[in-house]
């Protein structure tokens, strides 16, 4: 017996008829494989499984949070103390880089479990034919060839090719994105077909929904279609943030800097003034600790933590820290349809008859809602009744309410028909006990109809039917005008609406009737149906947009972020629930196939116009994906199925659904969405802006200090006088008040119009050109205070030390009234109110005000750092001069306000995101 390839993706499987299938594989229908048949397969192939990722150790996890390039100068300058027997200098350059990468070690969280979730989707046991004999056999020892045996409520073990079909439906949304269950047959289809086209396979990981079937096993373990979002997902690399790649670019910056003041201050003292190698080394290493901003990564960790905060009690809970910013960032979300924008939930939208047309409202299985027609609550119709009537009786789904959640047993389609009928005032009980149903012919995907026969009290009989509109209104000859009238059937008429519906994006179900059918009860099968029913009527289907993704996608473009829709359902109903979303024309959409003839540059052509993508592979989302970010977008991807897990990993933040969604998606996923509400998404942005804009404001608080402190020393060498601060004071700056007061920051509240403005682009950096000049503008004026601090007390007889001390205390004031400039970019913070919105602030303020107090008088503190105590007659000279430099930076401020070319060029730095707004419109 020979066996073959059964790679997906080259035979062509379902393009193949059943009995080429059977010869290709040397399988055997009635047998099965025989033992020894079956366990050479199993060697061939191997199990039934898919492969396991590899991980990283808690160790090598550790390690890489010390992959920074100012985590490499702090460490050099930490050694370079050591080495110099200066163990305290160095003992508290280790100890900030320790404290930074247990920080970062402990948010990390747990390691990537995508593939261990993917591997728990396989099924357990097999009902398998080997040897003649009909026996459960572990699912991991299938192997192609294998006979498999499906029954309503199993999983599908392995992919199948199927031969043998009964009313087969399988519930495939997780892989295809599909909004109901995938009728099965065992019919040949394309070659070109999509996946969620490709109707006689069963896939593994799926569940079937009713029916059974016999299928041949044509893939196992990591060739179904499964193992190949497995494989996807494991070589996907998930990328670095904006904000990580900006710190980086920063960082590479700073270290840039630090090496040629370093250079140049090391060749001036040591050829110019011939200072002592050690006492100069020192100097050069206590520049490269003042000019790092140590309590920078403790910051920016705090406020991504405090954004992670504020997002859980909106409904999104964030899985690594990094993603809380890469929100903020975001320009376009690529959003799947099914359980995101909508409910995933079938629900009856419109109703027509011969003379009238219904609209119907409500949200989802909920009973709550109305039948309208233009607008106005609908007429009592006999027509409408009939309807209902169909609607509650020919129907075997179970709707029921489950802790204030409606849910379906059965049929999805079925159990949307419950509360359309209850909109039309109609109660189930009272309907079952007024026409009980005494036969029934059961929906079969042959035959594409159900039929009840139902016999009334007084002994009438009633014969009600719904199905496919192309075979119910081929056994029609008239339709229903009222109570016990009808005329002959205008099938023109109803093709037409049906049509017209089907082109909305609805699934059409034709509904008809017959009174007294003289069919004999307990015997009835599909050739019964009788040639003279009467039509009631066309209902038309929809999984309905949330109401609050609508308002949730107007509030994205009103803030320059374009939201594109990615769904595995046909184009239509793709478009036309679009178009309520507010999303794209309700035409154009591009079909997975589409997708499949373009090249990446005309698909980076095509995503900068097209805005829905239809029956769209997990392949297709990948690319999408890579094709958005390569014209330069930050890409959200939302999703709940295993077919969104690869894009989801792929997109810079991707978004999972915490209810609907399955473990594959939540563990490839940066943020999950505890509602499954894409309205939640738009807070999570507002949060997400809030965070970098706090972090930018922090950057542009601390940096200012660093600055100065970098300057004092290089001023110190080249002009040759005393060095007016030490490391360790440097030190102490950086990490007490400087850390204590950029928390504050990390607090900031929302501004007024974070939702108005533009995405910033990709390319801004963290620093702008405004941001340079405010830096090196305070940094010039803090060094102005502190070397005023320094020198008139040096010049009132004052010790070293004691000048020292002053100078720090000067530089720690200048940074608190400092913290009161940069809570506004340029506007002024010369008010009591303008300083109300955090209350944090005072708090902060209180900090650095009790540390610096420990700092100068405590003796621990004065020996460690050489410090001695102030006259108290110092202190209101201090405050005098940080004033003078409060009102120094709000100058400048107002200068900026009143000259209309500097502020343009300030603001402009945000205009970015013009781009993405001209796009959408």
């Not at 996807?232 to 960082?251: C, D, N």
């Not at 894009?647 to 915490?658: C, F, P």
Request: charged share 20%; proline share 4%.
């Amino acid at each position: 017996m020979n066996t073959h390839n059964t790679d997906l993706a080259g035979p062509g499987w379902h393009a193949m008829a059943t009995d080429a299938v059977m010869t290709r594989l040397a399988a055997d229908a009635a047998t099965g494989l025989d033992a020894a048949e079956a366990a050479r397969r199993l060697a061939e192939h191997g199990a039934n499984r898919l492969p396991a990722g590899k991980r990283r150790g808690p160790f090598m996890r550790f390690l890489s949070q010390l992959n920074n390039v100012l985590v490499y100068v702090l460490l050099g300058a930490g050694f370079a103390k050591l080495m110099l027997g200066l163990w305290i200098d160095a003992g508290i350059i280790l100890g900030v880089v320790l404290i930074n990468a247990l920080l970062g070690f402990l948010q990390e969280g747990k390691a990537e479990q995508a593939l261990e979730s993917i591997r728990n989707m396989l099924s357990a046991e097999a009902r398998t034919r080997r040897d003649g004999e009909t026996r459960m056999i572990p699912a991991e020892d299938l192997v192609p060839g294998d006979i498999v045996l499906l029954e309503s409520g199993d999983k599908i073990p392995a992919d199948l090719r199927l031969i043998e079909v009964k009313n087969l439906r399988t519930e495939e949304a997780a892989l295809t994105g599909e909004s109901v269950p995938a009728d099965k047959s065992t019919d040949v289809v394309p070659e070109k077909a999509t996946v969620g086209d490709r109707h006689n396979l069963g896939f593994s990981g799926t569940m079937v929904v009713s029916g059974r079937a016999t299928g041949v096993v044509i893939a196992t373990g990591a060739q179904t279609e499964l193992g190949r979002i497995n494989a996807m997902l494991a070589g996907v690399s998930a990328l670095e943030t904006p904000l990580l790649r900006q710190i980086k670019r920063f960082g590479y910056a700073i270290t840039t800097v630090i090496a040629v003041v370093g250079v140049l201050v090391f060749a001036y003292g040591k050829w110019v003034i011939g200072m002592d190698f050690v006492e100069l080394f020192q100097s050069v290493i206590g520049i490269a600790v003042s000019v790092i901003p140590e309590g920078l990564p403790a910051i920016i960790t705090i406020a991504l933590a405090i954004g992670v905060q504020r997002m859980a009690s909106r409904n999104a809970i964030i899985r690594r820290l990094p993603a809380v910013e890469t929100l903020g960032s975001v320009s376009r979300i690529c959003s799947d349809k099914t359980g995101t924008l909508t409910l995933m939930e079938m629900m009856v939208v419109s109703a027509a008859g011969a003379e009238s047309q219904y609209q119907v409202s409500g949200n989802g299985y909920a009973p709550e809602g109305a039948v309208t027609r233009d607008g106005e609550p609908a007429p009592k119709d006999p027509v409408l009744e009939l309807m209902g009537r169909v609607s509650m009786l020919c129907n075997d789904a179970v709707l029921l309410q489950q802790d204030g959640v409606w849910k379906v047993e059965g049929d999805p389609t079925e159990g949307a028909m419950y509360p359309f009928a209850t909109k039309l005032g109609m109660d189930r009980a009272a309907e079952i006990a007024a026409w009980p149903r005494i036969d029934a012919i059961p929906f079969e995907s042959e035959h594409k109809f159900m039929a009840t026969l139902h016999r009334g009290a007084d002994g009438r009989e009633m014969l009600l039917v719904k199905g496919a509109p192309e075979v119910i209104l081929g056994h029609c000859d008239r339709q229903q005008l009222g109570a016990g009238e009808t005329a002959a059937l205008d099938l023109g008429h109803f093709e037409r609406v049906a049509d017209q519906l089907a082109a909305q994006g609805e699934r059409v179900l034709a509904l008809a009737w017959l009174e007294d059918p003289g069919l004999a009860a307990g015997t009835l099968s599909p050739a019964d149906l009788p040639r003279n029913l009467v039509l009631i009527g066309l209902i038309g289907l929809l999984d309905p947009p949330r109401q609050e993704a609508i308002e949730a996608v107007k509030v994205c473009h009103d803030g320059g972020i374009r939201v594109t829709m990615i769904t595995g359902d046909h184009k239509i109903t793709a478009a036309a629930i679009a178009k309520m979303l507010g999303i794209g024309d309700g035409r154009t959409a591009v079909a997975g196939s589409e997708i499949e003839e373009m090249n990446e540059a005309a698909l980076q052509e095509c995503v900068q116009t097209v805005d829905v993508f239809a029956r769209a592979s997990p392949e297709h989302k990948l690319r999408l994906v890579k094709a958005i970010q390569a014209n330069g977008q930050i890409v959200a991807m939302t999703g709940d199925g295993v077919n969104d897990a690869p894009s989801l990993k792929k997109a810079d933040i991707g978004v999972a659904m915490g209810i609907k969604g399955t473990e594959v998606t939540k563990e490839a996923a940066g943020m999950i969405l505890a509602d499954d509400n894409f309205a939640s998404i738009t807070a999570a942005v507002k949060e997400g802006r809030t965070v970098y804009n706090n972090i930018e404001k922090a950057i542009l608080f601390m940096l200012p200090t660093n600055v100065a402190q970098g300057l004092v020393i290089a001023v110190a060498i080249f002009l040759g006088f005393t060095m007016p601060i030490t490391a360790p004071q440097v030190l102490w700056v950086n990490m007490v008040t400087s850390v204590a007061l950029g928390l504050v920051i990390a607090f900031e509240p929302h501004e007024r119009d974070v939702m108005r403005r533009a995405p910033r682009t990709v390319d801004r950096a963290i620093l702008t050109g405004f941001g340079i000049w405010r830096v090196v503008f305070v940094g010039l004026a803090l060094l102005a205070y502190t070397l005023w601090a320094f020198f008139w007390m040096k010049g009132q007889g004052a010790s070293d030390e004691l000048a020292r001390t002053v100078a720090v205390n000067a530089i720690t004031i200048g940074q608190v009234f400092y913290l009161l400039n940069s809570r506004f970019l340029l506007e002024s913070s010369l008010s009591f109110k303008a300083h109300l919105g955090n209350r944090y602030l005072p708090m902060g303020i209180a900090a650095v005000v009790v540390l610096q107090l420990l700092f100068t008088y405590a003796p621990p503190l004065q020996y460690l750092f050489h410090n001695e105590a102030i006259p108290l007659m110092v202190w209101p000279w201090l405050f005098l001069g940080g004033l003078a430099f409060f009102l120094v930076v709000e100058i400048e401020k107002l200068v900026i306000r009143l000259t209309p070319s500097l502020r343009v060029a300030v603001t402009s730095v945000e205009a970015g995101g013009a781009k993405t707004r001209a796009a959408m419109s």
